[in-house]
């Protein structure tokens, strides 16, 4: 609902919008190690510093699982300095999440456990232009950009790029 709110707000005012798919990189491994709940609070942590890396009326969602999106609205009317202001806040959030996390478990002070765990994240960025393409697609690009990043050795940013060979 919050893409096709952007996407139409893109529309209106010819300024650009961006979609982000965001995979944390070796999740899998902490909840592994540690389980569910431990997994759960690195989720939790993770949603804050994405907020945090990004004005208030953007959009963070959590998709499913380890997978989160951003919605950036509201960009430039020119497409190099969107793709610019797009790259800048998914570097700042590449960074923000390297960061060593604390999680403590437990369930009182007695049995509280700190957990320091390093992550990082990858990240596949689309811009858009009013509702020229669907949401669908909008979402489905992103995430082929974001494995590409994946692809290329993970902790990494790619772009949608819907001519890759010109």
């Known amino acids: ?68 999106v951003i919605i950036l609205s509201n960009l430039n009317n020119e497409k190099a300095e969107s793709v610019s202001q797009a790259g800048a806040i998914a570097e700042k959030i590449r960074q923000r999440l390297t960061c060593p996390y604390l999680l403590t478990v437990g369930y009182d002070s007695k049995s509280e456990t700190t957990i320091e765990h390093r992550c990082s994240a990858s990240i596949g960025v689309m811009v858009f232009l009013g509702t020229e393409n669907s949401q669908e697609d909008a979402l489905k690009w992103a995430d082929a950009a974001m494995y590409e990043a994946k692809y290329a050795g993970r902790n990494s940013i790619r772009f949608y790029d819907p001519n890759p060979d010109s």
Do not use: P, W
């Open 1 to 68: 609902d919050r893409l096709g709110q952007a996407m139409a707000a893109s529309k209106r005012s010819a300024r650009y919008g961006a979609v982000m798919a965001i995979d944390l990189d070796a999740f899998k491994s902490l909840n592994d190690k540690h389980g569910h709940m431990v997994g759960d609070l690195l989720l939790i942590e993770i949603a804050k510093r994405l907020a945090g890396c990004v004005r208030e009326t953007d959009t963070v969602a959590r998709f499913g699982g380890d997978e989160f």
